[in-house]
């Protein structure tokens, strides 16, 4: 998966475009959706007697959007970009950067095979 929780992204698509550097709260099932920080708030309305909200009402919560709508952010860049995967010296798998090819973190453990000598 190219997005994972704690990411900052770039939303490119839908009611909240151009929003940046938001943080990816979670991704949902399959890696198909992610849930992003302060976008697609909507209002759910809420009986009275629930144990979030006793005197009832409405709720703003976010919902998920899809991941295509998405961009991962680089900070060198301080944009949202495509993004790509190589291995490093020590033979770790990191993401980077399609533009400026700087890495934005490690996703693997070292290992022995894909390390260069």
């Given amino acids: 998966?190219?997005?994972?929780?704690?990411?900052?992204?770039?939303?490119?698509?839908?009611?909240d475009a151009?929003?940046?550097?938001?943080?990816?709260l979670s991704v949902e099932a399959g890696g198909k959706?992610?849930?992003?920080?302060?976008?697609?708030?909507v209002y759910k309305h809420v009986k009275r007697g629930h144990p979030r909200s006793p005197q009832g009402g409405r709720l703003s919560k976010e919902m998920p959007i899809d991941i295509s709508n998405v961009l991962?952010?680089?900070?060198?860049?301080?944009?949202?970009?495509?993004?790509?995967?190589?291995y490093?010296?020590?033979g770790s798998?990191?993401?980077c950067c399609k533009i400026c090819d700087a890495g934005l973190g490690n996703i693997s453990?070292?290992?022995a095979h894909y390390a260069q000598s």
């Avoid at 998966?1 to 009611?15: E, F, L, S, Y």
């Avoid at 151009?18 to 990816?24: L, P």
């Fill in 1 to 15: 998966m190219k997005i994972r929780r704690g990411d900052t992204v770039q939303v490119i698509a839908g009611d």
């Fill in 18 to 24: 151009s929003t940046t550097a938001r943080k990816v």
């Fill in 33 to 41: 959706k992610v849930l992003v920080e302060g976008v697609n708030r």
């Fill in 72 to 86: 991962l952010y680089c900070d060198s860049c301080g944009r949202g970009v495509r993004v790509g995967y190589r």
């Fill in 88 to 90: 490093t010296k020590d």
């Fill in 93 to 95: 798998k990191e993401r």
């Fill in 109 to 111: 453990p070292p290992k």
